[in-house]
């Protein structure tokens, strides 16, 4: 089954505890991306990544960061989690196709940081 | 300004009604444009995708273009319960590399 697979799905944390959402695609997809999801402000890009190797910041990249070392695989960092992180995050990879800019989701990550 | 503008609603509209959904953006580049359904505490999901001006009808659903006015749309025929859910609405950059999503129209159908 093409699936998006993240983990954790919840998690509770304290601020300054390094954690990592891991991110892993099986429809070797070169794109892939990493959302957060707040009320009121919607979907926002934090990194995205055009292949291994390449990645480059979306529009609320700080505090964040990103590893693209095989295509599967598209680790969130957060290397000293804050308050403010606190959010719902997706994961999204994107089929190649030329006809559809379809973005296929995780099931998302709720983060606490408390 | 926001790059991707929607009305928050709620909308509800009855059981067998037209829901009209809209949506203006802000980059005069973007060539692609996308509707997401998101039930609560899921994932979105692509309803519809469009890229020239005009309508694109797959089953009930029709989604409508028209890049002079930077305005996309989404029109849902004959609304079911099911359909209750947020709408998203979705640009893709003129360089294809970032997705610029609205807040999200929440639509409600009563039975």
């Known amino acids: 089954e093409a699936q998006v697979t993240q983990n954790p799905r919840y998690l509770i944390t304290v601020t300054g505890k390094k954690l990592t959402v891991t991110c892993s695609q099986n429809m070797n997809h070169e794109y892939m991306s990493w959302y957060r999801q707040d009320p009121g402000l919607g979907l926002r890009q934090i990194y995205y990544s055009m292949n291994v190797e390449v990645t480059d910041k979306g529009d609320v990249p700080e505090g964040y960061k990103v590893s693209r070392k095989e295509k599967r695989n598209f680790p969130l960092i957060l290397e000293s989690p804050s308050p403010n992180q606190t959010s719902l995050y997706f994961c999204?990879?994107?089929?190649?196709?030329?006809?559809?800019?379809?973005?296929?989701f995780g099931e998302g990550s709720r983060l606490t940081v408390l | 300004q926001k790059e991707v503008e929607q009305n928050s609603g709620p909308l509800s509209v009855p059981e067998g009604a037209i829901a009209s959904l809209n949506c203006t953006y802000s980059d005069r580049g973007s060539q692609s444009f996308f509707w997401y359904r998101q039930y609560s505490g899921k994932s979105p999901e692509l309803i519809m995708s469009?890229?020239?001006?005009g309508d694109k009808e797959d089953g009930r659903f029709t989604a409508q273009l028209n890049k002079a006015s930077q305005y996309v749309s989404l029109l849902i025929r004959d609304s079911q319960p099911s359909d209750s859910a947020t709408y998203l609405c979705?640009?893709?950059?003129?360089?294809?590399?970032?997705?610029?999503f609205g807040t999200g129209t929440s639509l409600t159908v009563i039975p």
């Open positions: 469009i890229y020239s001006n």
């Open positions: 979705a640009v893709q950059s003129n360089t294809g590399n970032q997705f610029y």
């Open positions: 999204a990879s994107r089929s190649p196709r030329v006809d559809t800019g379809e973005l296929f």
